[in-house]
């Protein structure tokens, strides 16, 4: 069975730090490009940030988060992983990690996770 099942997500204050993982199941990691993403209340979703397959290795973030978010990946653990670093409150959000079985990113995403809860609040 396909899945992905986000985690990591808490209340943290500004200027602090998270980091989620997205384990994915049912499908080999390293050949699909994972995307993070996040859905702030009465907004709409949008892309964070998004890993290639390991043998294409692109990544791309957001302005917003550039320089204060990374993605990898730990392909052996089937395990993708956003450190989010400077925490804002905009970044509150729900954060979803997907993938459109892609091995690179840019293409629409078929297959999400539930969810994970980030509030970054003093």
């Known amino acids: 069975q396909v899945q992905l099942v986000e985690s990591g997500g808490g209340l943290v204050q500004p200027g602090g730090s998270l980091r989620l993982s997205c384990v994915a199941s049912g499908f080999t990691l390293a050949n699909y490009a994972i995307g993070w993403f996040r859905q702030a209340p009465g907004k709409e979703r949008e892309e964070v940030s998004c890993t290639s397959s390991s043998t294409d290795g692109s990544t791309y973030y957001t302005d917003s988060v550039k320089g204060r978010f990374t993605i990898s990946r730990h392909n052996a653990k089937s395990t993708v992983y956003l450190q989010m670093n400077s925490l804002k409150p905009e970044d509150t959000a729900v954060y979803y990690c997907?993938?459109?079985?892609?091995?690179?990113?840019?293409?629409?995403?078929?297959?999400w996770g539930q969810g994970t809860h980030v509030t970054v609040s003093s």
């Open positions: 997907a993938t459109g079985f892609y091995a690179t990113c840019g293409y629409e995403y078929e297959q």
